[in-house]
Nanobody
Framework: QVQLVESGGGLVQTGGSLRLSCSAS????????MGWYRQAPGKQRELVAA?????????VDSVKGRFTISSSRGNAKNTVYLQMNNLKPEDTAVYYC???????????WGQGTHVTVSS
């Protein structure tokens, strides 16, 4: 089992910045990818950014050049960050931390954190 605890988020004006953090604990040695998804009202959840254990990153096209995902790893806890710059109203959503690991694969989710970008 992996537990995910998110922090960050909030209300920001267009062009502003926010940083999301997600701390993973538990069976973190089995985790091979962590990332952030978001879900806006009336829309499907989408992958925003992901980072593998080898530090390979992947971004949805709409955030490339504005968002940066990074991670830090320790013996008992991994933390993944999402630095969001030049935020736009269309970035408004609930952001969920995600981790995948183990064999067979298991998926874990955080509780979600709200990001609201005002125009």
């Amino acid at each position: 089992q992996v537990q995910l605890v998110e922090s960050g988020g909030g209300l920001v004006q267009t062009g502003g910045s926010l940083r999301l953090s997600c701390s993973a604990s538990g069976s973190i040695l089995s985790v091979y990818v962590m990332g952030w998804y978001r879900q806006a009202p009336g829309k499907q959840r989408e992958l925003v950014a992901a980072i593998t254990a080898a530090d390979t990153t992947n971004y949805v096209d709409s955030v490339k050049g504005r968002f940066t995902i990074s991670s830090s790893r320790g013996n008992a806890k991994n933390t993944v960050y999402l630095q969001m710059n030049n935020l736009k109203p269309e970035d408004t959503a609930v952001y969920y931390c995600h981790a995948a690991g183990g064999s067979p694969r298991s998926d874990y989710w955080g509780q979600g954190t709200h990001v609201t970008v005002s125009s």
